[in-house]
C-alpha cells in the first residue's frame, strides 16, 4: 500500500524558513517522481515544485528562487525547503506521488 506521511508544517514569521519533509512507503521511492502542492482557503489546489526520479527539479514561479526540493533516496523522503516565507504562502502543504497523496501539513506564515 503506498503511503505518504508529511511532517514539518508550522506557524512562522514573514521572512522565515520551514523544511517539509514527506516519506514515502508501500513503494521504491528512488523511481518515482515527487510532488509538492499547496492549497490556500478558498483556493484550488497548485503545484508548487516536483523532484524527478533523476533529480531533475522544478518550480511554480511564485516559489522560484524562495523554495529548494530536494530528495534522499536511503531515507525514502522529499523535502522542501522554504526560505524568506510570505503570508501568501500560507497554505495546507501536500506531497504527492503515483496518484496518491499525503494528509498535509499546515503551514501559517504571520505578517
Known amino acids: 500500500q503506498v503511503q505518504l506521511m508529511e511532517s514539518g508544517g508550522g506557524l512562522v514569521q514573514a521572512g522565515g524558513s520551514l523544511r517539509l519533509a514527506c516519506k514515502l512507503s508501500?513503494?521504491?521511492?528512488?523511481?518515482?517522481?515527487m510532488y509538492w502542492y499547496r492549497q490556500a482557503p478558498g483556493k484550488q489546489r497548485e503545484l508548487v515544485a516536483i523532484?524527478?526520479?533523476?533529480?531533475?527539479?522544478n518550480y511554480a514561479a511564485f516559489v522560484k528562487g524562495r523554495f529548494t526540493i530536494t530528495r534522499d533516496n536511503a531515507l525514502s523522503t522529499a523535502y522542501l525547503q522554504m526560505n524568506d516565507l510570505k503570508p501568501d504562502d500560507t497554505a495546507v502543504y501536500y506531497c504527492?506521488?503515483?496518484?496518491?497523496w499525503g494528509q498535509g501539513t499546515q503551514v501559517t506564515v504571520s505578517s
Open positions: 504527492s506521488s503515483r496518484n496518491t
Open positions: 508501500g513503494i521504491d521511492f528512488s523511481v518515482q517522481n
Open positions: 523532484i524527478t526520479s533523476g533529480g531533475i527539479t
